[in-house]
């Protein structure tokens, strides 16, 4: 296996040095987050200039002894960007990478470019487990603990769905999925039924369409661990998921156990996706989208797909989410934002990938 193994990383490791003399896309990503964070503390209906904020910024990490030293910075703008739009970033940041990151894990695990959190149903179930949520509790932690909890039941109900002879095909798994998010997408259709139009309809209806207009450093906290423990295990299992990509039978050639590492995958992006959905609402197009952008930058190997996408989704999120804020005098919702530039933006990239392939062939 481990001959097997070798054999299999050195393509990998070719490509990773090709695609390394290529450095501005790396140096492009790393200044573009930066940059959309320091954009969207300077932006929004209180102005702000990149001075304040870094007095700001540096007064909320420095000790009061130092802090001393630094420009002065008035309480409003202080409390602006510590209070306000920090957590909101950070929180922005947090939704993006991770998304995008389950979105690239799953689309080479699975090997279908469709693929993503939305199409195998676990958006959909841990949407539905938040309503619940909303509806029934209004806390933060039941939001979380019943979205992980609706993202588990949707995978559970693509696992028997999609599982046939023994055997779980990757066709039937996305059908699986496609059924499985119409059933979730009608569960929650019955909650806003239910709900009081006075109090928890506004809250869900609003929820559902994505914002981070809620954020605080306890959502921050709270989706921290989950998301930081799915993402790190995802990047753990980076060259199986290269292993996976090039076919089932390849796979178990090479000694990988295709369908358990296929579902710890699928855990992974449940435990990711449900923590993202509980803070944020259901924000769509990042995991499909972003992952594509990030493969014609780096390249097909995941040591390196996974943290661009990473990257990449963090300063997409950020820009998005400063437009829906500062774009008009009420807040725009993010999923309406990212369907419009996602839906044309993949269509391109499915047309490019057409022409491409009519001209190889």
Known sequence: MNASVESARA?????????????????LMALALPAAVLAALCVGRYPLALSQVSSALARLALPDGLAAWLPPVG??????????????VLLAVLAGSSLAMCGAALQGAFRNPLVGPQILGISSGAAFGGCAAILL???????????????????????MLGRSNGRTTILMLVLAGVVTS??????????TYFADPNDSLPAIV?????????????????????IVAGMGLLYALRFRINVLSLGDEQASAMGVAVEPLRWVLLGCATLVVSASVAVSGTVGWVGLVVPHIARMLVGPDHRVLLPASALIGGAYMVGVDTVA???????????????????????????RAQRRGAHHA
């Not at 609003?206 to 921290?224: D, E, H, N, P, R």
Request: charged share 10%.
């Open 11 to 27: 393509p990998g490791q070719a490509m990773h040095a090709r695609r390394g003399a290529w450095s501005w896309p790396w140096l």
């Open 75 to 88: 309480a409003t703008e202080y409390r602006v960007v510590a209070q306000v739009r920090l957590p909101r």
């Open 137 to 159: 509790f209004s806390s933060l932690w039941m939001t979380l603990g019943l979205a992980f909890a609706g993202g588990l039941l949707a995978v559970a109900i693509v696992y």
């Open 182 to 191: 119409a059933f979730f997408s009608a569960l929650i259709s019955l909650t």
């Open 206 to 226: 609003f929820w559902l369409m994505g914002s981070f207009a809620t954020a605080t450093y306890t959502k921050l906290a709270a989706a921290v661990p989950p």
């Open 325 to 351: 804020r500062s774009a008009t005098s009420a807040e725009i919702p993010l999923g309406v934002i990212t369907a419009l530039i996602g839906a044309p933006l993949f269509a391109w990239l499915l047309r």
